[in-house]
Each structure stands twice: as structure tokens, then as C-alpha cells.
């Protein structure tokens, strides 16, 4: 990665936090750093912010602290990209160096209007939080324009502390924004606003409210249409678990329904969990040109062990996704850029797993690989990779549990976590094995494991730091088969 040649100009935190970067980059490495995922160039990176298309590329902005590998005050870091697998680094966009951000400039969206690209982003001063907007006209230097949502506006039973994460999107004349916010009572919540022109907002209403089983708010809410459904996303901080779902300390959930947008209602139909892994928090969408709503999301998780701090880096982000509904139910695919990046093909069929199989040339750290298993009758069947010695990271079927188990526990390495959590290392999804099949399509890079199921039925996330480059797969207390595999190298 290496610093834009326009990293000059911007305001004045801006300015010292790209000198930082350029200085220090070099010092940032280890062996966990990713080659196919956004990272920070050095220090902390957190939410996806601002994800958007606009002057002919991608554009990721994220929750970014230059000056070391912990979250502290915030900044906007940007990336661009034309695949959504090669990350340039920008300019850094936006510093806490304003009249009204001097605590930070939180996660928040974007939205292209007469040709400039604006930012609407949380503005923390102390302990107050408003909506703040900044304004490009080239995509690279960000002009703020100051608060444009102040506390007044926020219903009289809402925290002034706790209002943030602002998502725009357009529906008709109107540009509607959705924010995090939690009552006096301590309900989350998720308002709706609205504007003509992005600069003069009014309270419509409250999309949603809870009843005191989160222990904080909604962050980071998001919204998009996809087969004539809307669906809302959101990332509630202490979300209560129900059986194997919402395992993390902070969850990620999906609400698909309906949208009115004039009254500011939201009409739920089901709800669930977007990823059932360890690593994932605050994803958001955007529509591209050619039609697909794609999604990223920060992969990792708040009040955790980050291995990588040592090496001078925090947090990355997941490969992005396509999504879709089907039947009602989010599925997820990587996008599908990434098949561009596809070296050494290897294919097997008909392969008989015993205890222990190895398959010559199917091993490494930045690879994709695609199977589908018969599960035959064995009790547990699966893979393990990152594999070496004593140690692995592994996802299997356990029969008697009837789910898909990501398993990181063995990987040399313990994961602190917060009280709230039962553990960092064992995370279970349930999925369909109609005909006895299970398919899995993983991604390998470095330090990440992606696993979607069934064709995005289902996705499991979570960082592994075990570092060997061994694969194999494993049937225990009976036998079981891969029907057909598929690996390639990832080489960006
Ligand atoms: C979510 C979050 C947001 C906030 C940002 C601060 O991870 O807590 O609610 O805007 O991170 O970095």
C-alpha cells in the first residue's frame, strides 16, 4: 500500500495525520497483515463509513486513529477501489479538528448531489453528538460545512449522548436519514429524519424501538430495497442471545419489511443475525450502478484481545458482499470481482475423508476454496485450515448438534473478551443439509476466514491467528465424502 501522491493540502489534522502515515508506514507490519481486504495503512480502523460510488470509483471511508493500533479520537480514512478487492489508499478525509467535532467525527454515510460527494457524519463535542455534513468536489479534499442535525431536533425522550451514525438515502423528493439513539429508559432506538437539500432536517419518526433487551443502541442503522422488500440493518450493542444466535457482544442484526418512509414506520416480517462468526460489527450498503447491493462490514469486535496491536495495526474489513433475499432471507455472496483474482485452479471429486485427508496442492493462507460434502454418517465432518503442529482453526458439521461449528479455539492463541460474552472461540450456525449436502465456500487471507454456506444460506467471519499454511479435512465416528472441491490461489 503506498501513500497517494496527492496527499497534500486538507485541513490542518487531516494534514498531520497524513505526515504520520507516510512516516510510519513502514513500521506497521506482521505477520498477520491481509492481502485482499482493506486495512488501515497504520493504527486503528473501525466501521465502514460513507461506502459509496461516485467520480467513476468505489469509495470506502472508515473509522480511522493514525496514531496508534486502539480506537481513540476519530478520524475518516478513505479508500477507493474499482473491484472492491484492490484498496487505494486517499487522503485522509476528515480529522476531529472542527469547531464541533473536536472529540471525534463518528461513523456516518455519504450521498452524491449536483456532482459533489457529501459526507454526513456524527460530530461528537464532549458528550454531545450531532450530524454533521462535509462536501467534495473532486472525491479526495473534504470541506466541512458544520452540524446540520443539532440535539433540538431529536424527540425530547432521546439521550443528547447517544445519537449518532447518521445513513442517507433518497425515496422520491425527499432525502431520509436514519440514526442510533437510545431513549431516557435506555430503549435503543432508530429515528428517521428528512430533507429536501440535505441542510435544512426534520424528525418523521421512530422506526424502531426496543424493549430494554439491548444494553445500549442501535449503531449504525442502514437501509436498502432489494426484491420489492426493504430491509434494515443495524448493529446493537448488547443484543441478548437466543440459543446460537447474537453470540458476540455486539450483534449485527437484518429486518426485512416495509418502509413508510412519510409516516416513519417500519413494518417488520423476520429478523435475524446477518453473520454467525466471530468478526463482524457495523456493516452498511450500497447500490452500485449495475444494480447489486453490496455490503462491507469492520471485521472484528469490539472489547477484545487484537493480536495484530503489536505490529502497530487494528481491524480490517470483510471481503465485500452481494446480497440478496430469497425467500424473505438474506443471502450473502463475496463479490464477484474476486473471481479476477483466481490463480492455480485445483479440482478433486469423489474424495473419501477419513480422520485425517490432505489433498495434494490444497493448502495456503490466501486462497478460496469451494466444496460441497457428502456428510455420509459420520458425527462430525469438516476442514481445518491455518493448520500447523498442535494448532488450527476449524469448521465442521456436528450431527448431534445439527449445526456448522467455527471453531478457533486451537489456534495458539486466547482471544480475551468481554464479561458479557460466554467465549471469543466457538461460534454455531444452523443451516439446511437436505440431501445430506453441505457446501462451503471459504476465503483465506492471511490472518481472515470467510465462510459462506449453501451459497450465503448462512456466513461465519472471524480473524484466526494461528499461522501455519496446512489444510485438511476430517470425519470422526464415521465416514463421510467430498463430492467436489475447487481451490485457488487469491493473488492481487
Ligand atoms: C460502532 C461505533 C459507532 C460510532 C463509532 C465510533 O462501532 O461505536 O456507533 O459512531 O463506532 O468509532
Not at 188 to 207: H, K, N, P, Q, T
Request: hydrophobic share 35%; proline share 4%; aromatic share 12%.
Amino acid at each position: 500500500m503506498k501513500p497517494n501522491s496527492s496527499m497534500t493540502g486538507g485541513s490542518y489534522g487531516t494534514k498531520i495525520a497524513d505526515l504520520y502515515i507516510v512516516h510510519n508506514l513502514a513500521a506497521v507490519g506482521g505477520g498477520s497483515r491481509h492481502t485482499y481486504h482493506a486495512m488501515p495503512p497504520v493504527g486503528w480502523m473501525n466501521d465502514p463509513n460513507g461506502f459509496n460510488e461516485a467520480f467513476g470509483k468505489y469509495h470506502l471511508f472508515y473509522q480511522f486513529y493514525p496514531y496508534g493500533p486502539s480506537w481513540d479520537s476519530m478520524h475518516w480514512g478513505h479508500y477507493t477501489t474499482q473491484d472492491f478487492v484492490k484498496w487505494k489508499l486517499e487522503p485522509t478525509a476528515l480529522a476531529p479538528d472542527g469547531p464541533d467535532d473536536s472529540d471525534g467525527c463518528f461513523s456516518g454515510s455519504s450521498v452524491v448531489k449536483d456532482g459533489k460527494l457529501y459526507l454526513i457524519y456524527t460530530s461528537v463535542m464532549g458528550d454531545r453528538q450531532t450530524q454533521s455534513l462535509a462536501v467534495s468536489s473532486d472525491g479526495v479534499r473534504f470541506e466541512k460545512l458544520g452540524v446540520v442535525i443539532p440535539s433540538d431536533l431529536l424527540p425530547k425522550e432521546c439521550l443528547k449522548t447517544d445519537f449518532r451514525d447518521p445513513k442517507v438515502f433518497r425515496r422520491g423528493k425527499f432525502y431520509y436519514l436514519l440514526a442510533g439513539s437510545m431513549s431516557e429508559k435506555g430503549e435503543g432506538m432508530i429515528l428517521e429524519y428528512r430533507s429536501e437539500d440535505l441542510f435544512a432536517w426534520e424528525f418523521v419518526g421512530v422506526l424502531r424501538r426496543d424493549d430494554l433487551t439491548t444494553r445500549g443502541i442501535y449503531e449504525c442503522p442502514d437501509l436498502f430495497e432489494c426484491g420489492g422488500k426493504d430491509v434494515m440493518l443495524a448493529s446493537p450493542q448488547g443484543y441478548a442471545t437466543d440459543d446460537w444466535r447474537f453470540e458476540n457482544v455486539q450483534s449485527s442484526i437484518y429486518m426485512v419489511g416495509k418502509l413508510n418512509a412519510e409516516k416513519g414506520e417500519f413494518k417488520k416480517e423476520y429478523e435475524d443475525e446477518i453473520d454467525g462468526g466471530f468478526d463482524f460489527y457495523a456493516p452498511q450498503t450500497m447500490k452500485t450502478k449495475d444494480g447489486r447491493v453490496v455490503m462491507i462490514a469492520w471485521m472484528q469486535m469490539w472489547q477484545r484481545f487484537f493480536p495484530t496491536a503489536k505490529h502497530g495495526w487494528t481491524g480490517s474489513m470483510i471481503l465485500p458482499r452481494e446480497l440478496t433475499l430469497k425467500n424473505g432471507r438474506l443471502y450473502q455472496a463475496p463479490v464477484r470481482e474476486i473471481e479476477r483474482y483466481r490463480w492455480n485452479p485445483i479440482h478433486f471429486n469423489n474424495v473419501k475423508i477419513g480422520s485425517r485427508n490432505e489433498l495434494t496442492k490444497v493448502s495456503g493462507t490466501k486462497i478460496e476454496l469451494l466444496f460441497t460434502l457428502d456428510l455420509g454418517d459420520a458425527k462430525r465432518v469438516g476442514i481445518k485450515f491455518y493448520q500447523k503442529g498442535e494448532h488450527d482453526a476449524r469448521v465442521y458439521y456436528d450431527r448431534e448438534k445439527d449445526r456448522v461449528i467455527f471453531d478457533r479455539s486451537r489456534m495458539g492463541l486466547e482471544i480475551t473478551h468481554d464479561p458479557d460474552e460466554k467465549d471469543a472461540s466457538v461460534r454455531s450456525v444452523k443451516v439446511s443439509t437436505e440431501g445430506n449436502l453441505l457446501s462451503m465456500r471459504i476465503f483465506l487471507d492471511v490472518s481472515s476466514c470467510e465462510v459462506f454456506l449453501n451459497g450465503g444460506e448462512r456466513t461465519m467471519t472471524g480473524n484466526v491467528y494461528a499461522e501455519g499454511d496446512g489444510i485438511s479435512f476430517f470425519a470422526e465416528g464415521g465416514s463421510a465424502k467430498i463430492v467436489s472441491l475447487e481451490k485457488y490461489d487469491i493473488v492481487v
